[in-house]
């Protein structure tokens, strides 16, 4: 399940946050419709707290496979971190 859960957040449609029309081509940067940005359906942020609820559960029952598995998405999918200027 959790491997399914990661596939279908990289596999996700964008849709337009104005309009929410679904991107139709991998080639446009704004909505044919109404010119406004594309987001993803499901946030980063939602993905980061299943995978910590799966990493919890696994470390719980003491499950090393998805233990290891859940740490590995975790650390795939961490916020970037912050550019400092000089």
Known sequence: ???SLVLAYQMQ????????????D???LQ?????G?????MSADS???QID???DVAAMNRLPMLVDLA?????HTRAPAAKVKH
């Open 53 to 55: 609820v799966y990493a």
């Open 71 to 75: 740490k590995w998405a975790q650390e």
């Open 47 to 49: 993905l980061r707290v």
């Open 37 to 41: 940005k594309y987001k993803t359906v």
């Open 13 to 24: 449609d964008l849709v337009c946050s104005k309009c929410r029309l679904m991107k139709q």
């Open 26 to 28: 991998n080639f446009s």
């Open 1 to 3: 399940q959790l491997q």
């Open 31 to 35: 909505c044919t419709g109404c010119a």
